[in-house]
């Protein structure tokens, strides 16, 4: 069974940057599309990216297009999310997910880790 652990949240402030690796074990990587996806404290999850089986395609939300970039490298099975110019806003609980189809819904994605929490403050 695929397995899927989050690792480089931490409090940072405004303006900062941090970049979430999600390392990937059971099946390769390569076999999935995967995703990010944050929840804020009271909020519904959120799709933040998305990229495709070989690192070709990939999809952000408005909110984070031009300041989050989605990557893989399926020969270390591990995804990442390099943030960029964090805002208060994107407090949240980060979670990838890998799955057999790629998109910008949640529900595609079967698989989930357990989330690593970036905190940014003003």
């Known amino acids: 069974q695929v397995q899927l652990v989050e690792s480089g949240g931490g409090l940072v402030q405004a303006g900062d940057s941090l970049r979430l690796s999600c390392a990937v074990s059971?099946?390769?990587?390569?076999?999935?599309?995967a995703a990010w996806v944050r929840q804020a404290p009271g909020k519904e999850r959120e799709f933040v990216a998305a990229?495709?089986?070989?690192?070709?395609?990939?999809d952000y939300s408005d909110s984070t297009k031009g300041r989050f970039t989605v990557s893989r490298d399926n020969a270390k099975n591990i995804l990442y999310l390099q943030n960029n110019s964090l805002k208060p806003e994107d407090t949240a609980v980060y979670y990838c997910?890998?799955?057999?189809?790629?998109?910008?819904?949640?529900?595609?994605?079967?698989?989930w880790g357990r989330g690593t929490q970036v905190t940014v403050s003003s």
């Open positions: 997910a890998a799955g057999n189809k790629y998109g910008d819904q949640s529900a595609l994605y079967d698989h």
């Open positions: 990229i495709g089986w070989d690192g070709s395609a990939t």
């Open positions: 059971g099946r390769p990587l390569s076999d999935y599309a």
